[in-house]
């Protein structure tokens, strides 16, 4: 009998593609941000830097760059210095060869701040940006004031073993030079199933968005280094128990799960590895809030980074 936390996971997957309206993605982060190339933890990633105030970090998945964040950005640039970077290998970040368990990028993370010469921030991710944040969270307890994860479970803690079990998530094993080949000139149509399989109304990744992200992903490395994310998987199941030995995070966290997508289970996930969480749902959305319901759930972000002034 599967738990209710995984039957949710069972149900989000499940879904089926969408005849909803297609909602175009605003990649555009306002003219005032710029980009740069930050040297850190031996590798170089593309970071986008906005806005005056407290420090917020946001943090992508798999499927997209930090170019997913532009209407977050727009909104929290108000009164926030906004950091937007491209994870290890991804997007328009350097592609080294090794380096992409979530312990080494939690320190990716760790060295743009420093280059920044910023100390304590706010961390908002999603995905395998939540996993990269964990890591990130867990080392250095001291830097993050208030922590939102969106829609994606941790390895290693709570209900992992039961989730792998999940045959529609095969792609987490898919991995190799055979499977690199299998894919190479086919980004697009293996990205597609992403985003029609985790979406509960798939139009909504608009067709915009799909070109724009497969283009990046189509570039030389970009996938093996999407394919290396997945393959860290078991080694971030260590590391992530060895934190949670060191004791649950205490600062605030909201876990904000898509109602056709993780749900509840995104509290359940982080009340085994934080003592303060609140839990957040974005109506009618599937794994992709950003796309799918952006303007609500730009709201919840919005409401509970508000609630530490």
Known sequence: MKSPAVSTIFLSLALLWSTSGAMAQDFDFPASF???????????????????????????????????????????????????????????????AQGYDKKTQGYDIAGVLDALKIGKVDLVTHDIGNMVGYAFAAEHRDRIKRFILMDAPLPGIGPWEEILKNPLLWHFRFGGPDMERLVAGRERIYLDRFWNEFSASPAK???????HYARLYAAPGAMHAGFAQFAAFDQDAIDDKAFLAQGKLTMPVLAIGGEKSFGS?????MRFAA???????????????????????????????????
Not at 205 to 211: K, N
């Open 34 to 96: 710029r980009n740069q190339e930050i040297t850190t933890n031996g590798t170089t990633l593309h970071v986008r830097v906005g806005g005056k105030g407290p420090a917020v970090v946001l943090l992508h998945g798999y499927g997209e760059t930090g170019d997913m964040w532009a209407p977050l950005a727009r909104d929290l640039m108000r009164d926030h210095m906004v950091i937007v970077p491209d994870l290890r290998g991804m997007g328009l970040s350097a592609r080294p």
């Open 205 to 211: 990744f608009s067709e915009a968005s799909r070109q």
């Open 265 to 269: 289970t995104m509290a359940v996930v």
């Open 275 to 309: 003592t303060d969480v609140t839990e957040g749902i974005v109506p009618g959305a599937g794994h992709w809030l950003m796309e799918e319901q952006p303007e609500p759930t730009v709201k919840l972000v919005r409401a509970f980074l508000d609630t530490g002034k």
